[in-house]
């Protein structure tokens, strides 16, 4: 079973570039997530998508912008990207009303 | 503002040595305390979830507890492949309203 599957898995940008990071999960869930990971800081939620069709902000939207494709599928782009944006980036999935989150394996991004 | 630390930052262990991991929290109605691992390079990986006071998990060498201003991972002759970090996160009202600590770094050596 691949689960969460995120793509690409590395990217170096320049300041200004802009780049859509993709994510799909295969276990029919209704929820999808994306998170951001830094050194001494705990995941924070940049958006997510409750249902499809739906998207929310969490935490930390500034700069981002999403898109729910179809259930399977949730996309962040990234328009205009910054040095602040370094980091890792997590793609989660979870049942509608339960809160155990399915991760992916990454997107580690460097902005240059 | 919801706040969760995870005590120590990191811990190194003999294989066999026991010890428990700290989650300490300070919210306003938890409805679920969550704890994953996280290998190097990999999303986390989902563990247990804790719901009221009292309540106890276990798996193989892990077992979780919850009071109601804490939570701790007791790890129980660890072997090396427990190595990883463990995150702690706590839930606030709706699914998406999870806030993560920042983790333990465990090194189990042989």
């Known amino acids: 079973n691949a689960g969460v599957t995120q793509t690409p898995k590395f990217q170096v940008l320049k300041t200004g570039q802009s780049m859509t990071l993709q994510c799909a999960q295969d276990?029919?869930?209704?929820?999808m997530y994306w998170y951001r990971q830094d050194p001494g800081m705990g995941l924070r939620l940049i958006y997510y998508?409750?249902?499809?069709?739906?998207?929310d902000k969490g935490e930390v939207p500034n700069g981002y912008n999403v898109s729910r494709l179809n259930k399977r599928e949730f996309s962040l782009r990234l328009e205009s990207a910054a040095p602040s944006q370094t980091s890792v980036y997590f793609c989660?999935?979870?049942?509608?009303?339960?809160?155990?989150?399915?991760f992916g394996s990454g997107t580690q991004l460097s902005v240059l | 503002e919801d706040q969760v630390t995870q005590s120590p930052e990191a811990l190194r262990l003999q294989e066999g040595e026991s010890s428990s991991l700290n989650c300490s929290y300070t919210?306003?109605?938890?409805?679920?305390l969550f704890w994953y691992r996280q290998d190097p390079g990999k999303g986390p990986e989902f563990l247990f979830t804790?719901?009221?006071a009292g309540e106890e998990k276990e798996k193989e060498r892990l077992k979780a507890t919850l009071t109601k201003k804490e939570s701790f991972l007791h790890i129980t002759a660890p072997k090396p492949e427990d190595s990883a970090t463990y995150l702690c996160?706590?839930?606030?009202?709706?699914?998406?309203?999870?806030?993560f600590g920042t983790g333990t770094k465990l090194q189990v050596i042989p």
């Open positions: 919210v306003s109605g938890l409805r679920g």
């Open positions: 804790l719901y009221s």
């Open positions: 989660a999935s979870s049942e509608a009303n339960r809160e155990k989150l399915f």
């Open positions: 996160a706590v839930q606030v009202g709706g699914y998406q309203k999870v806030t």
């Open positions: 276990m029919n869930h209704n929820s």
């Open positions: 998508s409750a249902s499809e069709g739906t998207t």
